[in-house]
């Protein structure tokens, strides 16, 4: 069976990189958009992040016949720590011209089961977490509600373009 290949994309190329700590009960995501401002970096990826959490509070997919694409995000899972963020992974984007990142993170808890999903902001306070950022150069990453899933998604633009490059085969 042959499936079509569909992708929005850009190219682009790595700027400054900044390496973090995060320090105790700073959440994960506020930390990141900050580090991001101080540094006047709009687009990046995460390329390492990984420490642990004093709790954490995430969603993961779950069936939704009700949703044009059949899935959705559950309720907020909320898990008490200590809790050991294994990797952290995710894009630093724009959305209405203020920080919206997306990241996902795999996770275990004291008795070592390994969990994990879409984190979410103010919801992952840090015992302490190690990290490094790249700036994305030439593009910039949105995030942008998108009629075919019925949710916001990643959305790359070169620089000086107003669309994304498409691939429809």
Not at 64 to 87: C, H, Q, R, T
Not at 115 to 140: A, C, Q, R, S, Y
Request: proline share 4%; net charge negative.
């Amino acid at each position: 069976m042959t499936r079509k290949i569909r992708a929005h994309y850009a190219t682009g190329s790595p700027g400054k990189i900044v390496a973090a700590r995060l320090l105790p009960g700073t959440d994960l995501l506020t930390g990141i958009e900050e580090i991001c401002r101080e540094n006047s970096i709009k687009s990046a990826s995460i390329t390492n992040c990984f420490g642990s959490f004093q709790s954490t509070g995430f969603l993961y997919l779950v069936p939704k016949p009700e949703s044009s694409i059949g899935a959705g995000y559950s309720d907020l899972i909320g898990v008490e720590g200590p809790i050991e963020l294994l990797n952290g992974t995710g894009v630093v984007c724009q959305r209405d011209d203020q920080y919206e990142l997306h990241v996902h993170g795999t996770m275990c808890d004291k008795e070592g089961r390994v969990f994990g999903g879409h984190l979410v902001k103010g919801e992952n306070p840090v015992i302490t977490v190690d990290m490094v950022i790249t700036e994305i150069k030439e593009m910039n990453l949105y995030r942008k509600f998108d009629e075919e899933t019925g949710g916001n998604q990643f959305y790359p633009v070169k620089k000086g373009e107003s669309y994304t490059t498409v691939i429809e085969n």
